[in-house]
């Protein structure tokens, strides 16, 4: 019985990334490169199908992924397995590539499904499945046999969650031939320009794109109080509106930001809690944003460059009020300034480093100029790799051309395997009817109100955030709640998926999971739990403003300018307020209880959606916040924290 227990605690262990040498390691950046090309190819020349450009990817990908994911923890080499499961999934993306044309003729429900297509079905849900497993955790993946299990027995349920019944033939042909289960739209997204999104990131740092970012974000704001953690919020933002991944972000920026602040008096907690929450809200953040927002695109119909068009305010509103918390930290503990020798000032910055602005300034022209996403990021990535000459020492050449292609499919890993898992869950509600079920439940359970059935829609989000990564996260979010929310309360499409959005990501920091605590948590040495309550607690602003923006859509850029400015004001008064009611301080003076949960009522009217209430909620904020200051002022002055040496 010892070796049914060893694969069971396998199946639901960590896994590890496998670095393969040798012979391995030629084939991994072969794949690599061959999917670079391909993506390349398809998004600039080709006109392929959804189907067609997926089997493609999977042909390519699909094995690298296995080459490069353990089995299991403690697995540090490749196995028979590892080999056999590439091999397989090479076998399943040349099949659907030969079987295309007649695929492109295919009647979904009529069609015949032969013995080669079943095997090929079958396959390709399984090699998901382990893909899942081995490079997204138990999380996500345990909700596809579950899914599954009520596509093929729900018929036997009683009650409003029984389904018709679906036949084996019919089922596989939705998940695996048509375009609505893992060849729906996340995959198809991430195959393409998310897939080149990523690959710009990578080449971008390469070039010293994130080294310029530290040093305008240094000499921005390393003068000011705190400035060493206002620093690190403002290059974690930059660079997360880069990469777009929160984990990345954390892992590029905070082996550098994290230890300045610890070295100047932050506790490391506190130093590893700001870079998580400010690398959190590079997602959210144009020009890039993440995954989800391409997905977002996708979803709602409207252009990419209006979305982050749209999100660009509330993005903005967060990291400020990241900044406000951070400034009160400071003025309480009497934090110093960052050392002069961290500051090499902007003109410095800029005469060693402008080669990395172009790229930028490609990216932002290309988006400005409404080219499909596909376009901007190969547009983008391009550029990157002819002005990475234009510096000495930064040019990317052929070793390291195949090293940024080899780190982008690494990391792309997660994304591909959970938008693929994510295909074959919506795949099962959309045949079973579930989201309809769904909506119901919800429905009942909210009583038919918005304001609950919004708390319930957040609360779903963040706790899908415990096992699944953003991208999952939002999905699934798609598929459950935005029917609910736009078909049962009419609230606008935009400003749901842009909710959606917000939770999403804010899902990374949420304990009890947190992955990008945990990777904060390695560099600071500090307790990961710890660090992710702490997170919420600096990201509070991004809780409460999918709130706001769902009642008062002007800091989308919706309306007129009167209503533009007033509903940020609005914003940017919450965002202030609740931060007084996370921090408890005013300078040095420590808030009463009462005057604490005077500013959390405050916050409360501030979200309600009436405009008299806000506006009384927001002046009332200010002027106690007046009082306080005057109080704190005389009472216990707080020294201005001269500049550390």
Same mark, same amino acid.
């Given at each position: 019985?010892?070796?049914?227990?060893?694969?069971?605690?396998?199946?639901?262990?960590?896994?590890?990334?496998?670095?393969?040498?040798?012979?391995?390691?030629?084939?991994? /950046?072969?794949?690599?490169?061959?999917?670079?090309?391909?993506?390349?190819?398809?998004?600039?020349?080709?006109?392929?199908?959804?189907?067609?450009?997926?089997?493609?990817?999977?042909?390519?990908?699909?094995?690298?992924? +296995?080459?490069?994911?353990?089995?299991?923890?403690?697995?540090?080499?490749?196995?028979?397995?590892?080999?056999?499961?590439?091999?397989?999934?090479?076998?399943?993306?040349?099949?659907?590539?030969?079987?295309?044309?007649?695929?492109?003729?295919?009647?979904?429900?009529?069609?015949?499904?032969?013995?080669?297509?079943?095997?090929?079905?079958?396959?390709?849900?399984?090699?998901?499945?382990?893909? @899942?497993?081995?490079?997204?955790?138990?999380?996500?993946?345990?909700?596809?046999?579950?899914?599954?299990?009520?596509?093929?027995?729900?018929?036997?349920?009683?009650?409003?969650?029984?389904?018709?019944?679906?036949?084996?033939?019919?089922?596989?042909?939705?998940?695996?031939?048509?375009? #609505?289960?893992?060849? #729906?739209?996340?995959?198809?997204?991430?195959?393409?320009?998310?897939?080149?999104?990523?690959?710009?990131?990578?080449?971008?740092?390469?070039?010293?794109?994130?080294?310029?970012?530290?040093?305008?974000?240094?000499?921005?704001?390393?003068?000011?109080?705190?400035?060493?953690?206002?620093?690190?919020?403002?290059?974690?933002?930059?660079?997360?509106?880069?990469?777009?991944?929160?984990?990345?972000?954390?892992?590029?920026?905070?082996?550098?930001?994290?230890?300045?602040?610890?070295?100047?008096?932050?506790?490391?907690?506190?130093?590893?809690?700001?870079?998580?929450? !400010?690398? @959190?809200?590079?997602?959210?953040?144009?020009?890039?944003?993440?995954?989800?927002?391409?997905?977002?695109? #996708? +979803?709602?119909?409207?252009?990419?460059?209006?979305?982050?068009?749209?999100?660009?305010?509330?993005?903005?509103?967060?990291?400020?009020?990241?900044?406000?918390?951070?400034?009160?930290?400071?003025?309480?503990?009497?934090?110093?300034?960052?050392?002069?020798?961290?500051?090499?000032? *902007?003109?410095?910055?800029?005469?060693?480093?402008?080669?990395?602005?172009?790229?930028?300034?490609?990216?932002?022209?290309?988006?400005?100029?409404?080219?499909?996403?596909?376009?901007?990021?190969?547009?983008?990535?391009?550029?990157?790799?002819?002005?990475?000459?234009?510096?000495?020492?930064?040019?990317?050449?052929?070793?390291?051309?195949?090293?940024?292609?080899?780190?982008?499919?690494?990391?792309?890993?997660?994304?591909?395997?959970?938008?693929?898992?994510?295909?074959?869950?919506?795949?099962?509600?959309?045949?079973?009817?579930?989201?309809?079920?769904?909506?119901?439940?919800?429905?009942?359970?909210?009583?038919?109100?918005?304001?609950? /059935?919004?708390?319930? !829609?957040?609360?779903?989000?963040?706790?899908?955030?415990?096992?699944?990564?953003?991208?999952?996260?939002? *999905?699934?979010?798609?598929?459950?709640?935005?029917?609910?929310?736009?078909?049962?309360?009419?609230?606008?499409?935009?400003?749901?998926?842009?909710?959606?959005?917000? +939770?999403? @990501?804010? /899902?990374?920091?949420?304990?009890?999971?947190?992955?990008?605590?945990?990777?904060?948590? /390695?560099?600071?040495?500090?307790?990961?739990?710890?660090?992710?309550?702490?997170?919420?607690?600096?990201?509070?602003?991004?809780?409460?403003?999918?709130?706001?923006?769902?009642?008062?859509?002007?800091?989308?850029?919706?309306?007129?300018?009167?209503?533009?400015?007033? #509903?940020?004001?609005? @914003?940017?008064?919450?965002?202030?307020?609740?931060?007084?009611?996370?921090?408890?301080?005013?300078?040095?003076?420590?808030?009463?209880?009462?005057?604490?949960?005077?500013?959390? !009522?405050?916050?409360?009217?501030?979200?309600?959606?009436?405009?008299?209430?806000?506006?009384?909620?927001?002046?009332?904020?200010?002027?106690?916040?007046?009082?306080?200051?005057?109080?704190?002022?005389?009472?216990?002055?707080?020294?201005?924290?001269?500049?550390?040496?």
């Amino acid at each position: 019985m010892a070796w049914p227990r060893r694969i069971v605690r396998a199946l639901f262990s960590e896994t590890e990334r496998v670095e393969p040498v040798g012979m391995m390691a030629i084939i991994v /950046s072969l794949l690599s490169l061959a999917t670079v090309a391909t993506v390349f190819y398809l998004a600039l020349f080709a006109s392929a199908s959804q189907h067609l450009h997926i089997s493609w990817f999977i042909l390519f990908f699909f094995p690298l992924c +296995f080459l490069t994911t353990s089995f299991a923890k403690g697995y540090h080499r490749l196995t028979g397995v590892d080999i056999l499961l590439a091999l397989s999934s090479a076998a399943l993306g040349a099949w659907f590539i030969i079987n295309e044309p007649r695929y492109q003729a295919w009647t979904r429900g009529f069609s015949d499904m032969e013995t080669g297509d079943r095997i090929a079905a079958f396959g390709l849900i399984g090699i998901t499945i382990e893909l @899942c497993r081995r490079s997204v955790g138990a999380g996500l993946t345990s909700l596809i046999p579950f899914a599954i299990a009520y596509a093929a027995y729900g018929q036997l349920l009683t009650g409003s969650f029984r389904h018709h019944g679906i036949e084996l033939d019919y089922f596989l042909d939705m998940l695996t031939i048509s375009t #609505d289960g893992i060849f #729906d739209s996340p995959l198809y997204v991430a195959a393409g320009y998310a897939f080149l999104f990523v690959l710009f990131g990578n080449f971008f740092v390469m070039m010293g794109g994130g080294q310029l970012f530290f040093d305008i974000a240094a000499a921005m704001t390393g003068r000011m109080v705190g400035g060493p953690a206002k620093a690190c919020v403002v290059s974690s933002g930059l660079y997360g509106s880069i990469s777009g991944s929160p984990v990345a972000d954390v892992a590029t920026t905070g082996p550098v930001s994290i230890p300045i602040m610890k070295r100047l008096g932050i506790p490391a907690a506190h130093a590893a809690a700001i870079e998580t929450a !400010a690398s @959190c809200g590079g997602s959210m953040l144009p020009p890039v944003m993440g995954a989800v927002a391409f997905m977002m695109a #996708d +979803f709602t119909g409207l252009p990419y460059a209006r979305i982050a068009l749209y999100a660009t305010l509330p993005a903005l509103i967060y990291y400020l009020g990241i900044m406000i918390l951070v400034h009160f930290e400071a003025r309480t503990l009497g934090l110093g300034r960052l050392p002069a020798k961290d500051i090499v000032g *902007l003109r410095a910055a800029l005469t060693v480093n402008w080669p990395s602005l172009i790229p930028i300034a490609v990216l932002m022209w290309l988006l400005m100029e409404g080219y499909s996403p596909s376009y901007i990021a190969a547009g983008s990535t391009i550029s990157v790799l002819v002005t990475s000459w234009l510096k000495r020492g930064s040019g990317i050449g052929p070793v390291r051309f195949v090293e940024g292609c080899t780190e982008t499919c690494k990391s792309m890993v997660p994304l591909a395997a959970s938008v693929a898992a994510a295909g074959l869950i919506m795949g099962c509600i959309e045949l079973t009817g579930l989201s309809g079920k769904f909506t119901l439940l919800l429905f009942q359970l909210s009583g038919g109100l918005v304001w609950p /059935s919004l708390l319930i !829609a957040g609360a779903v989000l963040i706790l899908l955030g415990t096992g699944m990564p953003t991208t999952g996260v939002y *999905l699934m979010g798609v598929a459950l709640l935005a029917p609910v929310l736009v078909t049962k309360f009419a609230l606008p499409v935009m400003e749901v998926h842009m909710f959606m959005l917000f +939770f999403a @990501c804010l /899902s990374a920091i949420s304990p009890p999971v947190a992955p990008a605590a945990f990777a904060a948590a /390695s560099i600071a040495g500090a307790n990961p739990f710890t660090i992710g309550n702490l997170s919420c607690k600096y990201a509070i602003g991004g809780f409460l403003l999918p709130f706001m923006f769902v009642f008062n859509n002007g800091v989308l850029l919706q309306g007129d300018p009167a209503k533009i400015a007033t #509903d940020t004001a609005l @914003c940017v008064t919450l965002v202030f307020v609740s931060a007084l009611a996370a921090h408890g301080y005013v300078l040095r003076m420590k808030m009463p209880v009462i005057v604490r949960l005077a500013f959390v !009522a405050i916050t409360v009217g501030i979200l309600w959606p009436i405009a008299e209430v806000q506006a009384a909620s927001a002046l009332t904020g200010m002027l106690l916040y007046a009082v306080l200051y005057a109080i704190a002022g005389r009472v216990a002055p707080a020294p201005d924290p001269a500049p550390s040496p």
